[in-house]
């Protein structure tokens, strides 16, 4: 019976937070990276992260906005995940569990050089043999949010943005 006298301990393996990235791409969803724009130019918002377990979480892209550092900011995304103006930025669509991208056009402030986008990020986990939680967004006609989404409001959420957005003289 000398078993007893084993020391217990529990063992407890923390997984990972995925790391995540927000790019706006040129032209298209496999477009470099884009730093400098011009007005009307076709762009690719993409909100992505890298886990490193497969099948463990789900991401909701929430909360973005465009800033010029000048106090003037303008909401893209709500807290819900839909989008706040269309004409501005559309519903962003899901394409894998952590990855979610929509086709834009650029905008700028008058006067301004810079654009600054940044957004939050919940990161859920994911119920086994589940589909992932997506925000269930109306299709406002211009200004204007989406339905709820509560999901997005008990979740870990991180901030990410891209360089800025520099405009072309």
Not at 60 to 87: K, Q
Not at 121 to 136: G, S
Request: hydrophobic share 35%.
């Amino acid at each position: 019976d000398h078993l007893s006298h084993l020391p217990v301990a529990d063992v407890t393996q923390g997984v990972p937070m995925p790391v995540c990235r927000y790019e706006v791409l040129d032209g298209g969803p496999t477009g470099p990276p884009l730093l400098f724009a011009e007005v009307g130019q076709q762009v690719h918002h993409r909100w992505s992260c890298d886990s490193e377990t497969i099948d463990t979480f789900c991401m909701v892209v929430h909360s973005c906005f465009v800033d010029d550092t000048n106090g003037d900011r303008v909401d893209l995304v709500d807290t819900n995940g839909c989008a706040a103006d269309l004409y501005l930025l559309n519903n962003p669509e899901y394409s894998a569990d952590l990855e979610a991208g929509v086709e834009a056009h650029v905008f700028k402030y008058a006067d301004r050089a810079d654009l600054y986008f940044q957004c939050q990020i919940a990161i859920l986990v994911k119920e086994p043999n589940t589909e992932c939680p997506r925000p269930a967004c109306g299709a406002p006609a211009g200004r204007g949010a989406g339905d709820a989404n509560p999901q997005v409001k008990d979740s870990s959420s991180v901030s990410v943005h891209p360089r800025s957005l520099h405009f072309r003289s």
